[in-house]
């Protein structure tokens, strides 16, 4: 393609160059490093709370570091991961789906008849994404196409599938016929999967908001949907993808869930919801949007993660767990405003 | 001569380093409307709300009848009987008529007993007093504009206000409605009233107001007893209301003279137009936009047509709510067209959307900079490709170093001062960031460019420079179309000047016409 990226018109004219735009000495050294810790000081302030967590246990409760608990903990967050990268994307243009746990039911199940009615896995996967993606598209519909409120919206749709689900199955477990666990892989392969596919995702997707266009109108429509139509962008396919793509994300994890165990609850995926947006929210990405990142995301994942264990670890009582990770989110929400306060 | 109702003296407000009001005097007596007049900005409604205690004036002193007030409040302005009715009703369009007057005439306890009957009859008292056909139990929602107004109206003759200010409050009056409001303003001045009347029409000055006073760029400029040219005296006036009528107009006609009309423009255009503006080198080419008879019934746009030339700029001059804005929101598709036809470079094209518009090569520099020319959390890099990822980034892949090497040119090219293409937008000043704006549609390589308020908040040296932008834009073949407010700009930087008036455009003069030529147009008065 011809280097087309400079605009003829406003080349400085030799003329007027000498007089009336001339050179003004610019300040580059700003963004060297300092540019890039200023400018990710969020994702670098809880990532520095994970490591000092991390380092903490190191030398309070070692057994944390045991290969096969790790291992499992990792996998246990692998779906949540995938969950929090796609609600990220909604919450980075200023919405939000509180529908994702039902979802996930509805995913899970769905996942879990066409198994045992022995489908093979390379059928039911896409099966499950397709589903999951619709019941977006139907939440980014009525988000982008009636422009009604996102809060409002999956909160409807997160009582319909959930009571849709049980009045069709009245509670009943689905039982997976024999290899679907881990794929018919043994144990440690399978979670080792598990793991990858969520990182791959990860890096394929926080790539995907930094260097392509319609990441970056992302964030345009996050800090300000009116400015981003003005500047040519359609802010409500944006919105609507966002939702798209973040039920898809929906269907892949409760696939990455199901392979997990022998049975599928269909009460699977309680809480889901506040566990994916507590991972965004304490990764330093914006509750009002436009700003924030996935990698960011994923530590805030990971800190939450690491509460739990560091708590059984330390032999504190069970009771902590939730109060614990409740004060985690509180202090990313204080930290951000007092910020938020002192940049105006 | 008894004290005035109300009387300002030397009163400044500004606003950090802009100053709106420099030293204002203004009375209102009892039994007289007084009006207010000048263009946009001269600072009528930052008086307005220095009276009505919205803002605090930074010296001079307020006398309310003959008591000097300090620290005025709106609920303090309320209780010595100010009251304003503003353009736009600021009525609960959920509540009915009766809670919207009981609202601001009940005593705002919230802990007391309703009186629904009282409450009632006390709204259908007051509207009948001002001859308006509402029911109490009406929901504002389902009102029209005009009938809103006469709630606030009533509300204000609840109130017993001394002092009513009306700003512009026949803007979405029918003719029949505005002689109904003029005779309900009679009525109050006759029953002691002061009235303080903004309006944009002239010929309403005339017809109501006693006295004018004229604001230019925050200064009173004079204040004038209305002469009684237009024939008003054959309205119907109860002959007391005259007698007293005249006894203040002889108490100050030894102060003044009557003024016309032509001397009223005058007065409002008053300076100069500056010589500072840099002359225009282009020729015209070919015709790149061509408008017949376009109009936007959602947006009030109604009936315009104009050609734009290659290297042509276009100047859209006109009073606020004359339509400016509407007019680029429509040729950008923000509020589409539905009637008329749009062409552009001689093929007709419709204009759906911001996106279509973008596509069709249509650039658009919206009024609102910081809320809408510029995404202020982004970098100036990001900013500036915004609205042409496709033509710069073909791959849809965002090569940074691509997007650092065009920001660096414009930065260099528009003489941006800037610590680099990383620095976020917010930390820049409002002439930067609205060369950023610029910046961002010349990278889209436009055949048409709309710029709305270019300079609107910019200081006076990024003003000459932006200026110096568009002429260069210019004379390179673009088509530059420009709403502006500064009228010494539009005349300074336009090839021609279309004036626009209630939505469509009325008057097309050439670049270099008289301030008061435009001016009478805007006003909408007979060249």
């Not at chain 1, 022998?262 to 509750?287: C, H, M, R, T």
Request: charged share 15%; hydrophobic share 50%; net charge neutral.
């Amino acid at each position: 393609m011809p280097k087309e990226t400079r605009n003829p018109k406003l080349e400085p004219q030799p003329d007027a160059a000498a007089s009336d735009f001339g050179v003004r000495p610019s300040f580059g050294f700003r963004n060297s490093t300092f540019g890039f810790f200023h400018r990710h000081s969020r994702e670098l302030s809880v990532a520095a709370a994970l490591g000092l967590l991390l380092l903490f246990l190191a030398v309070a409760a070692p057994a944390f570091y045991q290969p096969q608990p790790l291992l499992s903990l990792l996998t246990r967050e692998a779906p949540a991961l995938v969950v929090a990268c796609g609600m990220a994307l909604v919450i980075i243009g200023r919405q939000i789906d509180i529908s994702v746990g039902s979802q996930f039911a509805a995913c899970s199940v769905c996942a879990g008849l066409l198994t045992a009615m022995n489908w093979p896995l390379a059928l039911v996967l896409p099966a499950s994404v397709a589903l999951g993606a619709s019941m977006g598209a139907l939440n980014g519909a009525l988000v982008a196409g009636l422009r009604l409120p996102s809060i409002v919206v999956t909160l409807a749709t997160m009582v319909a599938w959930r009571e849709g689900l049980r009045w069709l199955r009245q509670g009943q477990f689905v039982n997976l016929p024999d290899g679907v666990q881990w794929f018919g892989l043994s144990q440690t392969t399978g979670q080792q999967t598990l793991i990858i596919v969520a990182l791959v995702l990860l890096v394929l997707m926080a790539v995907a908001m930094q260097h392509i266009a319609a990441g970056r109108f992302v964030y345009a429509v996050g800090s300000d949907a009116e400015a981003a139509r003005l500047a040519g962008i359609r802010p409500q396919r944006v919105t609507f993808s966002t939702f798209v793509l973040l039920g898809a994300f929906v269907g892949l994890a409760a696939m990455m869930n199901v392979v997990q165990s022998p049975q599928v609850d269909p009460n699977s995926g309680a809480g889901l919801e506040l566990k994916a947006i507590a991972a965004v929210v304490v990764g330093g990405v914006a509750i009002s949007g436009g700003r924030g990142s996935l990698w960011g995301t994923c530590v805030g994942l990971l800190l939450l993660a690491c509460v739990n264990p560091a708590l059984t670890h330390l032999h504190v009582e069970a009771y902590w767990e939730k109060a614990m990770q409740g004060s985690v989110i509180l202090l990313a929400v204080v930290a951000d405003g007092l910020r938020t306060r002192k940049e105006r | 001569m008894t004290t005035a109702l109300l009387q300002l003296t030397h009163v400044t407000k500004s606003f950090g380093a802009v100053c709106a009001l420099k030293g204002v005097s203004f009375d209102l007596q009892a039994v007289e409307v007084h009006a207010l007049v000048g263009e946009n900005g001269a600072g009528k409604s930052t008086l307005i709300k220095v009276i009505t205690g919205a803002h605090q004036p930074d010296t001079g002193t307020i006398e309310i009848a003959g008591q000097p007030v300090c620290h005025l409040t709106p609920a303090a302005a309320h209780k010595l009987g100010i009251a304003c009715i503003y353009q736009q009703p600021a009525l609960f369009p959920d509540l009915t008529v009766a809670e919207n007057i009981a609202l601001r005439l009940e005593p705002a306890t919230a802990v007391r007993r309703v009186q629904w009957p009282h409450r009632r009859a006390r709204a259908a008292q007051l509207l009948r007093r001002i001859g308006a056909s509402i029911a109490p139990d009406a929901v504002v929602r389902g009102l029209s504009m005009p009938e809103q107004q006469l709630v606030e109206i009533a509300c204000a003759l609840g109130a017993s206000a001394r002092i009513l200010i009306m700003d512009e409050p026949t803007s979405s009056l029918t003719e029949q409605e505005q002689h109904r409001l003029f005779a309900i303003v009679r009525d109050l001045r006759a029953s002691g009233a002061g009235v303080i009347y903004i309006s944009h029409r002239l010929e309403e000055i005339f017809a109501i107001a006693d006295r004018v006073t004229v604001l230019r760029d925050g200064e009173s400029v004079g204040t004038r007893v209305v002469g009684r040219s237009r024939g008003d005296e054959a309205l119907t006036e109860k002959s007391e209301i005259r007698n007293s009528k005249s006894q203040i107009e002889q108490s100050l006609l030894t102060s003044a003279a009557t003024i016309s009309e032509a001397e009223l423009i005058k007065l409002m255009v008053g300076r100069e137009v500056s010589h500072l503006y840099p002359p225009a080198e282009s020729a015209p080419g070919d015709v790149v936009l061509s408008l017949k008879n376009v109009g936007c019934a959602a947006s009030g746009v109604k009936n315009v047509t104009l050609d734009v030339r290659a290297g042509e700029t276009v100047g859209i001059a006109g009073l606020v709510g004359a339509g400016r804005t509407e007019l680029a929101r429509v040729l950008f598709g923000v509020t589409p067209a539905d009637t008329g036809e749009i062409l552009l470079n001689g093929q007709r094209v419709t204009v759906r959307s911001p996106a279509e518009a973008v596509g069709l090569g249509i650039a658009y520099v919206p009024e609102d900079r910081r809320r809408h020319g510029v995404i202020l959390e982004m970098p100036i890099a990001a900013n500036m490709t915004m609205a042409s990822h496709r033509r710069i980034f073909p791959r849809n892949w965002l090569r940074f170093g691509a997007e650092r090497q065009l920001a660096l040119d414009y930065l260099r090219a528009l003489d941006v001062e800037s610590n680099g293409p990383d620095t976020l937008v917010v930390h820049l000043s409002g002439g930067n960031q609205q060369k950023v704006a610029l910046a961002r549609w010349l990278a889209t390589n436009p055949k048409l460019l709309i710029l709305d308020e270019p300079t609107q908040g910019v200081d006076v040296g990024a003003k000459s420079e932006i200026h110096k932008i568009i002429r260069r834009l210019a004379k390179d073949g673009l088509a530059v179309l420009m709403m502006s407010s500064d009228l010494p700009e539009v005349l300074g930087m336009s090839d021609r000047v279309a004036v626009m008036r209630g939505g469509t455009i009325i008057a097309m003069l050439a670049g270099k016409s008289d301030a008061h030529e435009v001016m009478a147009a805007a006003f909408g008065q007979a060249c």
